[in-house]
Protein backbone atom coordinates (compact mmCIF):
# COMPACT_ATOMS: atom_id res chain seq x y z
CA UNK A 1 0.00 0.00 0.00
CA UNK A 2 1.70 3.50 -0.88
CA UNK A 3 2.50 5.43 2.17
CA UNK A 4 0.07 8.45 2.99
CA UNK A 5 1.94 11.00 5.51
CA UNK A 6 -0.34 14.32 6.65
CA UNK A 7 2.16 17.34 7.79
CA UNK A 8 -0.19 19.40 10.43
CA UNK A 9 0.28 21.35 13.14
CA UNK A 10 -1.73 20.27 16.62
CA UNK A 11 -3.53 23.12 17.15
CA UNK A 12 -5.01 23.85 13.79
CA UNK A 13 -8.79 22.68 12.87
CA UNK A 14 -7.66 22.18 9.64
CA UNK A 15 -5.54 19.19 9.29
CA UNK A 16 -8.08 17.56 11.62
CA UNK A 17 -10.33 17.43 9.04
CA UNK A 18 -8.02 15.23 7.30
CA UNK A 19 -7.05 13.23 10.11
CA UNK A 20 -11.28 12.55 10.48
CA UNK A 21 -11.68 11.72 6.65
CA UNK A 22 -8.82 9.20 6.64
CA UNK A 23 -9.94 7.57 10.16
CA UNK A 24 -13.81 7.59 9.23
CA UNK A 25 -12.06 5.26 6.06
CA UNK A 26 -9.51 3.26 7.55
CA UNK A 27 -6.54 4.56 6.25
CA UNK A 28 -3.37 4.54 7.61
CA UNK A 29 -0.73 7.36 7.67
CA UNK A 30 2.16 9.15 9.09
CA UNK A 31 1.35 12.40 11.33
CA UNK A 32 4.50 15.14 10.77
CA UNK A 33 4.16 17.78 13.11
CA UNK A 34 5.37 20.97 11.61
CA UNK A 35 6.53 23.91 13.57
CA UNK A 36 4.62 26.95 11.34
CA UNK A 37 7.19 29.64 13.18
CA UNK A 38 10.11 27.31 11.56
CA UNK A 39 8.47 26.08 8.80
CA UNK A 40 10.93 23.23 7.32
CA UNK A 41 12.45 22.97 4.02
CA UNK A 42 10.12 19.77 3.32
CA UNK A 43 6.52 21.95 3.86
CA UNK A 44 7.97 24.78 1.59
CA UNK A 45 8.74 22.46 -0.92
CA UNK A 46 5.43 20.80 -0.70
CA UNK A 47 3.60 23.82 -0.60
CA UNK A 48 5.56 26.95 -2.04
CA UNK A 49 2.37 29.06 -2.74
CA UNK A 50 0.89 28.85 0.58
CA UNK A 51 3.37 27.96 2.87
CA UNK A 52 0.42 26.11 5.29
CA UNK A 53 -0.73 22.79 6.78
CA UNK A 54 -2.17 20.43 6.52
CA UNK A 55 -0.47 18.75 3.30
CA UNK A 56 -1.32 15.16 2.45
CA UNK A 57 1.68 13.55 0.35
CA UNK A 58 0.40 10.13 -1.35
CA UNK A 59 3.25 8.08 -2.56
CA UNK A 60 5.32 11.48 -2.36
CA UNK A 61 3.22 13.75 -4.20
CA UNK A 62 1.90 16.12 -1.95
CA UNK A 63 -1.62 17.87 -2.46
CA UNK A 64 -2.92 21.27 -0.05
CA UNK A 65 -5.80 22.64 1.04
CA UNK A 66 -8.04 20.62 3.80
CA UNK A 67 -11.19 20.69 1.33
CA UNK A 68 -9.36 19.56 -1.57
CA UNK A 69 -7.51 17.17 -0.04
CA UNK A 70 -10.79 15.26 1.01
CA UNK A 71 -12.02 15.29 -2.19
CA UNK A 72 -8.94 13.64 -3.11
CA UNK A 73 -8.89 10.74 -0.46
CA UNK A 74 -13.07 10.36 -1.69
CA UNK A 75 -11.40 9.85 -4.78
CA UNK A 76 -8.69 7.32 -3.94
CA UNK A 77 -10.77 5.78 -1.18
CA UNK A 78 -14.08 5.20 -1.92
CA UNK A 79 -15.50 3.16 1.19
CA UNK A 80 -17.33 5.30 4.05
CA UNK A 81 -18.62 8.08 1.28
CA UNK A 82 -18.20 11.45 2.48
CA UNK A 83 -20.14 12.97 -0.58
CA UNK A 84 -23.37 12.19 -1.70
CA UNK A 85 -23.53 9.98 -4.98
CA UNK A 86 -26.56 11.96 -6.59
CA UNK A 87 -24.71 15.17 -8.44
CA UNK A 88 -27.55 17.50 -7.22
CA UNK A 89 -26.69 16.33 -3.51
CA UNK A 90 -23.41 16.45 -3.97
CA UNK A 91 -23.64 20.28 -5.50
CA UNK A 92 -25.23 20.91 -2.40
CA UNK A 93 -23.16 19.82 -0.04
CA UNK A 94 -20.22 21.57 -2.02
CA UNK A 95 -22.13 24.74 -1.69
CA UNK A 96 -21.72 24.47 2.11
CA UNK A 97 -18.42 23.71 2.25
CA UNK A 98 -17.85 26.32 0.20
CA UNK A 99 -20.50 28.69 2.32
CA UNK A 100 -18.29 28.12 5.95
CA UNK A 101 -14.94 28.50 4.52
CA UNK A 102 -16.15 32.10 3.54
CA UNK A 103 -17.62 32.71 6.84
CA UNK A 104 -15.07 31.49 9.02
CA UNK A 105 -13.13 34.61 9.47
CA UNK A 106 -15.96 35.72 11.55
CA UNK A 107 -15.31 32.74 13.63
CA UNK A 108 -11.99 33.12 14.15
CA UNK A 109 -12.11 37.05 14.74
CA UNK A 110 -14.47 36.66 17.96
CA UNK A 111 -10.92 34.70 19.17
CA UNK A 112 -8.59 37.78 18.10
CA UNK A 113 -10.20 41.02 18.39
CA UNK A 114 -11.97 43.09 21.07
CA UNK A 115 -14.48 45.94 21.48
CA UNK A 116 -15.89 46.73 18.17
CA UNK A 117 -14.53 44.51 16.29
CA UNK A 118 -15.51 41.74 18.57
CA UNK A 119 -19.34 42.74 18.53
CA UNK A 120 -19.00 42.76 14.77
CA UNK A 121 -17.79 39.39 14.58
CA UNK A 122 -20.18 38.04 17.16
CA UNK A 123 -22.83 39.68 15.25
CA UNK A 124 -21.58 37.98 11.95
CA UNK A 125 -21.06 34.85 13.06
CA UNK A 126 -24.56 34.38 14.68
CA UNK A 127 -26.15 35.04 11.61
CA UNK A 128 -24.15 32.43 9.74
CA UNK A 129 -25.01 30.16 12.16
CA UNK A 130 -28.59 31.15 11.62
CA UNK A 131 -28.37 31.07 7.73
CA UNK A 132 -26.32 27.26 8.41
CA UNK A 133 -28.87 25.89 10.75
CA UNK A 134 -32.03 26.86 9.05
CA UNK A 135 -30.91 26.24 5.22
CA UNK A 136 -28.21 23.96 5.53
CA UNK A 137 -29.22 21.35 8.44
CA UNK A 138 -32.58 21.82 8.53
CA UNK A 139 -34.05 18.74 10.26
CA UNK A 140 -32.04 16.59 9.80
CA UNK A 141 -29.23 15.00 12.36
CA UNK A 142 -26.02 15.30 10.53
CA UNK A 143 -25.42 17.54 7.39
CA UNK A 144 -24.70 13.95 5.95
CA UNK A 145 -27.84 12.92 6.96
CA UNK A 146 -27.87 9.69 9.36
CA UNK A 147 -23.95 9.57 9.02
CA UNK A 148 -21.61 12.40 9.21
CA UNK A 149 -20.22 13.75 5.71
CA UNK A 150 -18.05 16.22 4.31
CA UNK A 151 -19.89 19.27 5.30
CA UNK A 152 -19.97 18.27 9.04
CA UNK A 153 -16.56 17.49 8.37
CA UNK A 154 -15.72 20.87 7.08
CA UNK A 155 -18.00 22.86 9.74
CA UNK A 156 -17.07 20.32 12.30
CA UNK A 157 -13.44 21.75 12.46
CA UNK A 158 -15.01 25.36 12.73
CA UNK A 159 -17.35 24.75 15.65
CA UNK A 160 -14.75 22.72 17.72
CA UNK A 161 -12.11 25.19 17.56
CA UNK A 162 -15.38 27.98 17.82
CA UNK A 163 -16.42 26.56 21.04
CA UNK A 164 -12.54 26.83 22.55
CA UNK A 165 -12.69 30.67 21.63
CA UNK A 166 -16.08 31.12 23.30
CA UNK A 167 -14.60 29.61 26.35
CA UNK A 168 -11.58 31.76 26.63
CA UNK A 169 -13.29 35.33 25.40
CA UNK A 170 -16.26 34.11 27.31
CA UNK A 171 -18.61 35.04 24.90
CA UNK A 172 -21.52 32.04 24.14
CA UNK A 173 -22.72 32.58 20.55
CA UNK A 174 -23.76 28.74 19.79
CA UNK A 175 -26.34 28.18 22.57
CA UNK A 176 -29.46 25.54 22.68
CA UNK A 177 -31.73 28.29 23.08
CA UNK A 178 -30.24 30.48 20.54
CA UNK A 179 -29.60 27.71 17.81
CA UNK A 180 -31.63 24.05 19.18
CA UNK A 181 -30.68 22.07 16.24
CA UNK A 182 -27.06 23.50 15.31
CA UNK A 183 -26.06 22.67 19.56
CA UNK A 184 -27.32 19.13 18.76
CA UNK A 185 -25.40 18.71 16.40
CA UNK A 186 -22.65 19.61 17.35
CA UNK A 187 -22.99 17.50 20.68
CA UNK A 188 -23.86 14.57 18.54
CA UNK A 189 -20.79 15.06 15.53
CA UNK A 190 -18.56 15.40 18.67
CA UNK A 191 -19.77 12.00 20.35
CA UNK A 192 -19.05 10.35 16.85
CA UNK A 193 -16.30 7.77 18.05
CA UNK A 194 -13.44 8.99 15.12
CA UNK A 195 -14.21 12.39 16.26
CA UNK A 196 -13.98 12.11 19.47
CA UNK A 197 -11.05 9.94 19.50
CA UNK A 198 -9.50 12.36 17.41
CA UNK A 199 -9.61 15.97 18.75
CA UNK A 200 -6.55 17.73 21.00
CA UNK A 201 -6.21 18.06 24.50
CA UNK A 202 -9.04 20.68 25.15
CA UNK A 203 -6.98 21.86 28.16
CA UNK A 204 -4.04 22.05 25.99
CA UNK A 205 -6.08 24.11 23.61
CA UNK A 206 -7.16 26.67 26.00
CA UNK A 207 -3.93 27.11 27.45
CA UNK A 208 -1.89 27.50 24.45
CA UNK A 209 -4.88 29.91 22.74
CA UNK A 210 -5.26 31.88 25.65
CA UNK A 211 -1.44 32.75 25.65
CA UNK A 212 -1.56 33.59 21.92
CA UNK A 213 -4.25 35.98 22.40
CA UNK A 214 -2.81 37.44 25.44
CA UNK A 215 0.32 37.94 22.81
CA UNK A 216 -1.31 39.20 19.76
CA UNK A 217 -3.24 41.69 21.81
CA UNK A 218 -0.48 43.27 23.59
CA UNK A 219 1.76 43.28 20.41
CA UNK A 220 -1.36 45.28 18.88
CA UNK A 221 -1.09 48.11 21.27
CA UNK B 1 -33.61 17.32 -23.24
CA UNK B 2 -35.59 20.34 -24.14
CA UNK B 3 -34.42 23.74 -23.78
CA UNK B 4 -35.97 24.98 -21.28
CA UNK B 5 -34.92 21.94 -18.81
CA UNK B 6 -31.50 23.73 -18.57
CA UNK B 7 -31.43 27.65 -17.94
CA UNK B 8 -28.64 30.28 -16.37
CA UNK B 9 -29.63 33.24 -14.63
CA UNK B 10 -26.90 35.31 -15.33
CA UNK B 11 -25.43 38.62 -17.20
CA UNK B 12 -23.34 38.54 -19.86
CA UNK B 13 -20.05 40.97 -18.75
CA UNK B 14 -19.98 38.24 -15.45
CA UNK B 15 -16.69 36.34 -15.23
CA UNK B 16 -18.32 33.96 -13.38
CA UNK B 17 -21.66 33.66 -15.48
CA UNK B 18 -19.68 32.72 -18.59
CA UNK B 19 -18.16 29.83 -16.33
CA UNK B 20 -21.59 27.34 -16.47
CA UNK B 21 -21.57 28.65 -19.89
CA UNK B 22 -18.74 27.85 -21.27
CA UNK B 23 -18.99 24.16 -19.56
CA UNK B 24 -22.63 23.94 -21.01
CA UNK B 25 -21.72 24.50 -24.55
CA UNK B 26 -18.57 21.80 -24.17
CA UNK B 27 -21.27 19.50 -23.79
CA UNK B 28 -22.99 20.67 -26.26
CA UNK B 29 -26.26 20.95 -24.15
CA UNK B 30 -29.03 23.49 -24.80
CA UNK B 31 -30.03 25.91 -22.45
CA UNK B 32 -31.92 29.22 -21.69
CA UNK B 33 -29.86 32.16 -20.87
CA UNK B 34 -31.82 33.99 -18.59
CA UNK B 35 -30.48 37.90 -18.61
CA UNK B 36 -30.76 40.13 -15.04
CA UNK B 37 -31.32 43.16 -15.02
CA UNK B 38 -28.48 45.46 -13.88
CA UNK B 39 -29.00 47.13 -10.87
CA UNK B 40 -31.91 44.74 -9.50
CA UNK B 41 -32.43 41.29 -8.91
CA UNK B 42 -35.14 39.00 -9.85
CA UNK B 43 -38.00 37.05 -8.33
CA UNK B 44 -36.52 33.68 -9.70
CA UNK B 45 -32.91 34.52 -8.64
CA UNK B 46 -33.90 35.51 -5.25
CA UNK B 47 -35.63 31.90 -4.44
CA UNK B 48 -33.18 30.01 -6.40
CA UNK B 49 -30.15 31.33 -4.36
CA UNK B 50 -31.51 32.71 -1.17
CA UNK B 51 -28.17 32.01 0.67
CA UNK B 52 -26.01 34.61 -1.41
CA UNK B 53 -28.77 36.26 -4.02
CA UNK B 54 -26.00 36.38 -6.55
CA UNK B 55 -25.64 34.85 -10.15
CA UNK B 56 -24.69 32.50 -11.70
CA UNK B 57 -27.32 29.86 -11.19
CA UNK B 58 -28.02 26.80 -13.04
CA UNK B 59 -31.78 25.87 -12.93
CA UNK B 60 -31.91 22.15 -14.01
CA UNK B 61 -35.54 20.83 -14.07
CA UNK B 62 -36.82 22.52 -10.94
CA UNK B 63 -33.06 21.95 -9.02
CA UNK B 64 -30.84 25.04 -8.82
CA UNK B 65 -27.10 24.81 -8.50
CA UNK B 66 -25.27 28.24 -7.06
CA UNK B 67 -21.23 29.13 -7.43
CA UNK B 68 -20.18 28.90 -10.67
CA UNK B 69 -17.01 26.24 -9.76
CA UNK B 70 -19.97 23.87 -8.07
CA UNK B 71 -21.86 24.09 -10.93
CA UNK B 72 -19.43 23.82 -13.52
CA UNK B 73 -18.68 20.20 -11.82
CA UNK B 74 -22.69 19.39 -11.32
CA UNK B 75 -21.92 19.62 -15.22
CA UNK B 76 -19.31 17.46 -15.62
CA UNK B 77 -21.35 14.83 -13.42
CA UNK B 78 -24.51 15.04 -15.17
CA UNK B 79 -23.53 15.09 -18.63
CA UNK B 80 -21.20 12.52 -18.99
CA UNK B 81 -21.78 11.37 -22.61
CA UNK B 82 -19.50 15.08 -23.42
CA UNK B 83 -16.06 15.75 -23.26
CA UNK B 84 -14.57 15.39 -19.32
CA UNK B 85 -13.88 18.75 -18.38
CA UNK B 86 -12.18 16.97 -15.10
CA UNK B 87 -8.91 15.11 -15.32
CA UNK B 88 -9.94 11.66 -14.54
CA UNK B 89 -6.92 11.02 -12.45
CA UNK B 90 -7.23 12.04 -8.70
CA UNK B 91 -4.14 14.41 -8.53
CA UNK B 92 -4.48 15.87 -11.50
CA UNK B 93 -8.23 16.86 -10.48
CA UNK B 94 -6.73 17.83 -6.76
CA UNK B 95 -4.03 20.59 -8.76
CA UNK B 96 -6.98 21.57 -11.12
CA UNK B 97 -9.03 22.43 -8.02
CA UNK B 98 -5.92 24.16 -6.25
CA UNK B 99 -5.45 26.39 -8.88
CA UNK B 100 -8.96 27.33 -9.21
CA UNK B 101 -9.44 28.23 -5.81
CA UNK B 102 -6.15 30.23 -5.62
CA UNK B 103 -7.62 32.14 -9.15
CA UNK B 104 -10.63 32.77 -7.22
CA UNK B 105 -9.56 33.44 -3.36
CA UNK B 106 -5.99 35.20 -4.12
CA UNK B 107 -5.78 35.98 -7.19
CA UNK B 108 -8.93 37.68 -8.09
CA UNK B 109 -9.09 39.76 -5.53
CA UNK B 110 -5.77 41.39 -6.24
CA UNK B 111 -6.77 42.11 -9.82
CA UNK B 112 -9.62 43.36 -8.25
CA UNK B 113 -7.86 46.09 -6.03
CA UNK B 114 -5.42 46.83 -9.45
CA UNK B 115 -8.90 48.05 -11.04
CA UNK B 116 -9.64 49.72 -8.16
CA UNK B 117 -6.79 51.23 -5.95
CA UNK B 118 -4.63 54.65 -6.85
CA UNK B 119 -0.97 55.06 -6.03
CA UNK B 120 0.96 53.01 -3.57
CA UNK B 121 -1.69 50.63 -2.91
CA UNK B 122 -2.33 50.16 -6.92
CA UNK B 123 1.66 49.06 -6.95
CA UNK B 124 1.21 46.69 -4.48
CA UNK B 125 -1.89 45.28 -6.25
CA UNK B 126 -0.01 45.10 -9.29
CA UNK B 127 3.29 43.32 -7.50
CA UNK B 128 0.33 40.72 -6.26
CA UNK B 129 -1.26 40.06 -9.73
CA UNK B 130 1.98 40.12 -11.80
CA UNK B 131 3.65 37.84 -9.03
CA UNK B 132 0.48 35.62 -9.36
CA UNK B 133 0.57 35.37 -13.41
CA UNK B 134 4.51 34.14 -12.81
CA UNK B 135 3.06 31.07 -10.90
CA UNK B 136 0.06 30.35 -13.03
CA UNK B 137 2.43 30.46 -16.13
CA UNK B 138 4.66 27.88 -14.26
CA UNK B 139 1.49 25.76 -13.48
CA UNK B 140 0.50 26.33 -16.91
CA UNK B 141 3.51 24.24 -18.15
CA UNK B 142 3.60 21.66 -15.73
CA UNK B 143 -0.40 20.78 -16.52
CA UNK B 144 -0.53 21.49 -19.93
CA UNK B 145 2.56 19.47 -20.76
CA UNK B 146 3.38 20.87 -23.49
CA UNK B 147 -0.36 20.64 -25.43
CA UNK B 148 -2.81 23.99 -25.48
CA UNK B 149 -4.90 24.09 -21.95
CA UNK B 150 -3.92 23.39 -18.82
CA UNK B 151 -6.73 20.42 -19.57
CA UNK B 152 -4.29 19.12 -22.24
CA UNK B 153 -5.97 18.75 -25.38
CA UNK B 154 -8.98 20.23 -24.72
CA UNK B 155 -10.62 22.93 -21.89
CA UNK B 156 -10.52 21.94 -18.37
CA UNK B 157 -11.79 23.14 -15.23
CA UNK B 158 -8.65 25.19 -14.47
CA UNK B 159 -9.10 26.92 -17.99
CA UNK B 160 -12.99 27.76 -17.41
CA UNK B 161 -11.86 29.07 -14.01
CA UNK B 162 -8.54 30.97 -14.65
CA UNK B 163 -9.84 32.24 -18.97
CA UNK B 164 -13.02 33.78 -17.57
CA UNK B 165 -11.02 36.65 -16.29
CA UNK B 166 -9.23 37.54 -19.15
CA UNK B 167 -12.32 39.86 -20.46
CA UNK B 168 -11.49 42.01 -17.08
CA UNK B 169 -7.64 41.60 -17.60
CA UNK B 170 -7.90 42.86 -20.67
CA UNK B 171 -9.89 46.26 -19.39
CA UNK B 172 -7.42 46.65 -16.88
CA UNK B 173 -4.62 46.22 -19.12
CA UNK B 174 -6.27 48.68 -21.59
CA UNK B 175 -7.84 50.87 -19.28
CA UNK B 176 -4.85 50.95 -16.29
CA UNK B 177 -2.13 51.26 -19.11
CA UNK B 178 -0.34 48.00 -18.40
CA UNK B 179 0.54 44.57 -19.57
CA UNK B 180 -0.01 41.61 -17.64
CA UNK B 181 -0.21 38.68 -19.87
CA UNK B 182 3.38 39.60 -21.58
CA UNK B 183 5.33 37.70 -24.62
CA UNK B 184 8.60 37.88 -22.52
CA UNK B 185 7.19 37.05 -18.80
CA UNK B 186 4.28 34.87 -19.78
CA UNK B 187 4.99 32.90 -22.84
CA UNK B 188 2.69 30.31 -22.43
CA UNK B 189 -0.09 32.32 -20.70
CA UNK B 190 -0.35 34.42 -23.83
CA UNK B 191 -0.54 31.63 -25.97
CA UNK B 192 -3.03 30.17 -24.02
CA UNK B 193 -5.15 32.85 -23.55
CA UNK B 194 -5.87 33.47 -28.19
CA UNK B 195 -6.33 29.33 -27.82
CA UNK B 196 -8.71 29.84 -24.96
CA UNK B 197 -10.62 32.59 -26.47
CA UNK B 198 -10.45 30.81 -29.87
CA UNK B 199 -12.54 27.49 -28.59
CA UNK B 200 -15.33 27.59 -30.12
CA UNK B 201 -17.09 26.82 -26.37
CA UNK B 202 -15.62 29.99 -25.64
CA UNK B 203 -16.22 32.62 -28.62
CA UNK B 204 -19.44 33.27 -29.09
CA UNK B 205 -19.54 34.06 -25.18
CA UNK B 206 -16.58 36.17 -24.35
CA UNK B 207 -17.46 39.69 -23.78
CA UNK B 208 -15.73 42.05 -26.11
CA UNK B 209 -13.36 44.17 -24.25
CA UNK B 210 -14.85 47.55 -25.61
CA UNK B 211 -18.14 46.43 -24.46
CA UNK B 212 -16.83 45.48 -20.64
CA UNK B 213 -14.82 49.01 -20.38
CA UNK B 214 -18.45 50.92 -21.63
CA UNK B 215 -19.82 48.47 -18.86
CA UNK B 216 -17.22 49.36 -16.04
CA UNK B 217 -18.03 53.01 -16.07
CA UNK B 218 -21.66 51.74 -15.02
CA UNK B 219 -20.09 49.82 -12.46
CA UNK B 220 -18.27 53.03 -11.03
CA UNK B 221 -20.78 55.16 -10.98
CA UNK B 222 -23.15 52.25 -9.38
CA UNK B 223 -20.76 52.10 -6.57
CA UNK B 224 -20.25 56.02 -6.34
CA UNK B 225 -24.03 55.72 -5.70
CA UNK B 226 -25.59 56.46 -8.80
CA UNK B 227 -29.22 55.32 -9.50
CA UNK B 228 -28.89 52.71 -12.39
CA UNK B 229 -29.95 53.71 -15.54
CA UNK B 230 -33.73 53.30 -16.13
CA UNK B 231 -34.48 50.27 -19.20
Not at chain 1, 132 to 158: H, M, P, Y
Not at chain 2, 116 to 124: N, P, S, Y
Amino acid sequence: MAEVKLHGRWYSPFPYRVIWALKLKGISYEYIEEDLSNKSPLLLQYNPVHKKIPVLVHSGKPICESMIIIEYIEEKWPQTPLLPSDPYERAKARFWVKFVEEKAPAFWSLYRSTGEEQKKALKDSSETLKIVEEQGLGEKKFFGGDSIGIVDIAFGAIAHWFGVFEEIVEVKVLEAHAFPRLHAWKVNFEEVPVIKENLPDRDKMLDHFKKRRIESLSASQ
Amino acid sequence: MAKNDVKVLGAWPSTFVMRPRIALNIKSVNYEFLEETFGSKSELLLQSNPVHKKIPVLIHGDKPICESMIIVEYIDEVWTSGPSILPSDPYDRAIQRFWAAYVDEKWFAAMRGLRIAQGEERKAFLDQVTEGLALLEEAFGKCSKGKAFFGGDRIGLLDIAFGSLLGWLRVTEKVGKVKLLDEAKTPGLVKWAESFCADAAVKSIMPETEKLIEFSKLLMAQMKGAPPPKN
